[in-house]
């Protein structure tokens, strides 16, 4: 009888990997999907020898699965299931201590700038906020990690992933990007030069509102021996229920995020030509500063569109609540198309601060829906504004 080997990733496209990066079928009963291992504990043949798991916050059969396959999709060698996005953060941020550099981007998600200046610069971080247009007057011989987001949440600047790690690596620091927004099949920062990639996979790779987690991966033993240990020590672990639903959804990313993005251009296209309408916010397009670094390191523009009204904060509320088709939500990157008003929702916590979002700003998370009733959808509320 012929012995069907294992598949080699290196040959095979992205799409192969996402639907068979989680380890191919269960050994022991043929099963395509990974199991459910809800499992607390696990039994050991003798004293402190097991069989790769002892006790589930330091590792579960469920979640490293997960973490080896969105590992495949980065390009790491290394990845670690967490809580929530922000947990993978704040473990990241863990590898700094009091007294050390930190220099984040202006137009950061506002709960990653909660986290940095009123979590750990309490505890002693030095953080410097910046815009990255001058990057090499912020980054001094003291940075210890620079971090970036690509695109950014909400307003959608794109960052040249390989020009901020050659600034940050001449002076010896560490490089972070969030790839929440792009996904790795819009991008994998670790191949521009980036040390450690984060992801809240509640967003694109879960991709149906049904999860909460979060994701960090390195090519780094150092690093990843190190957030091992965080991970394992502070314990803001995915339950196994939580990593089989994102590797759930991630068997599907690509083909969900060919959608979104084509959706997208289509409503960047409504809004471009509407007379509500003052700026539209997408790389895609060519007037967008970003446009060229994003066309030379995504393979796509993205399913989140931002824009501006004439109308000011009053008619970005009114849009908001004027929509049918588009639901009125927070959080991004699933299924169905949502729309939200930053100033007052995800990033109320940046309010009075340098990264306050402008109040006549709307965001958009364009999902898989039929294009022509998206626009319709948005078409309809803006022409009811007053």
Known sequence: MTVRGPLDFDILGF????????????????????????????????????????YARSGNPTRASLEAHLAL??????????ASGLAAEDAVMRLLGPGDHLVMQTDSYGG????????????????DIAEFSSLGDVVTAETRMVWIETPTNPLLHVIDIAAVAAVAHSHGALVVVDNTFATPWIQQPLRFGADIVVHSTTKYLGGHSDVVGGFAATNDHIIAERLGFLQNAAGAVPSPFDCFLVQRGMKTLAIRMERHCTNALAVVELLRGHRAVDRVLHPSLPEHPGHTVARRQMRAFGGMVSFTLHGGEEAALELCAGTRVFTLAESLGAVE???????????????????????????LSVGIETVDDLLNDLEGALESLR
Do not use: C, K, W
């Open 15 to 54: 799409e192969t990997r996402a639907v068979h990066g989680g380890g191919g079928a269960d050994p022991a009963t043929g099963a395509v999907n990974p199991p459910l291992y809800l499992s607390s504990t696990f039994e050991q043949d003798a004293v402190g020898h097991h069989r790769g798991f002892e």
């Open 73 to 82: 999709l980065e390009g790491a060698s290394f990845g670690f299931g967490f």
């Open 112 to 127: 990653t700038y909660r986290l940095a200046t009123d979590v750990h610069r309490r505890a002693g971080l030095v953080v």
């Open 337 to 363: 198309s949502l729309i939200e008003h930053p100033g007052r929702m995800t990033h109320a916590s940046t309010a009075g601060t340098s990264n306050e979002v402008p109040a006549d700003l709307v965001r």
